[in-house]
């Protein structure tokens, strides 16, 4: 499958804002779909998870009550819904793959297989 994120742009601090990533070339319901995000200098880091059904999300602490996943299976995009955001939100934001029918708790980048190619956040004071 292959993977395009878009949405990125420049915001301010307590803005919100929508990511997208658009899949193709594979069917879309069989994969947990994720997004990571990577600031300069840092790792790679767990944002958000969401199932192959959108029945189950999950979130890592720093977003935590802030951001929201979801996806348009029948649309094949899976989206990032921002809100509140911080300077410590600036990032390159990936969205990734992982084909599983189990519960998406997968944190970690090494676990996806399918990796878009980033979009660039970046949150002003």
């Known amino acids: 499958v292959q993977l395009q994120a878009s949405g990125g742009g420049l915001v301010q601090a307590g803005d919100s804002l929508r990511l997208s990533c658009a899949a193709s070339?594979?069917?879309?319901?069989?994969?947990?779909m994720a997004w990571f995000r990577q600031a300069p200098g840092k790792d790679r880091e767990f944002v958000a998870t969401v199932s192959w059904s959108g029945g189950s999300t999950y979130y890592g602490d720093s977003v935590k009550g802030r951001f929201t996943i979801s996806r348009d299976n029948a649309n094949k995009t899976v989206y990032l819904q921002m809100a509140s955001l911080k300077r410590e939100d600036t990032a390159v934001y990936y969205c990734a793959a992982r084909r599983s029918y189990s519960n998406p708790r997968y944190y970690l980048p090494n676990e996806y297989t399918y990796w878009g190619q980033g979009t660039l956040v970046t949150v002003s004071s």
């Open positions: 070339g594979g069917t879309f319901s069989v994969y947990n």
